[in-house]
């Protein structure tokens, strides 16, 4: 008897680390450099908003969290992926997550499961879980609502 699989998007967010959405939460595309907004007192890794549609994005960098790697800015070659995900309230929001190279699909299934990767110890707080990947190793699934909802206490990041 075969698992039932289903699609997922791999973006590399941290290179060797890439994390996963659903095949239909990626909304938008955006290349290159985007008007970025600061937020002051906010985390490193979710320092900046930016305007799309007529909304004001958050903007989160997962390499920032869990690679503790130096500040992307708006570099050259940078691109976002505008995820859409449902609130807790039920309506649809959209988030930034910003990656170090285009999606790609896979094919996943729950024989695929896996711990999460060793590397940071905080992945359970922003993904739902984990598969193993034949190519990548440990490939988190990001909870998109917990991960664009509320506030995300890193004990290594000492300088939010």
Excluded: K
């Amino acid at each position: 008897m075969s698992a039932v699989a289903c699609r997922a998007w791999l973006l590399p967010v941290a290179p060797p680390v890439h994390v996963a959405v659903g095949a239909g939460e990626i909304a938008h595309i955006l290349a290159g450099r985007q008007g970025l907004h600061p937020v002051p007192r906010s985390p490193r890794w979710c320092r900046d908003v930016f305007l799309w549609q007529g909304q004001l994005v958050p903007l989160f960098d997962l390499g920032l969290l869990v690679r503790r790697e130096t500040a992307a800015g708006p570099a050259s070659g940078a691109i976002i992926m505008i995820v859409a995900y449902a609130s807790r309230e039920g309506d649809i929001r959209f988030g930034g997550l910003r990656a170090r190279g285009l999606p790609f699909s896979r094919e996943v299934n729950d024989g695929q499961m896996c711990d999460y990767p060793a590397d940071y110890p905080g992945w359970e707080r922003i993904a739902a879980s984990c598969f193993a990947d034949p190519v990548h190793g440990p490939v988190p699934v990001l909870d998109l609502p917990r991960l664009f909802g509320g506030p995300i206490d890193d004990a290594r990041a000492g300088d939010a």
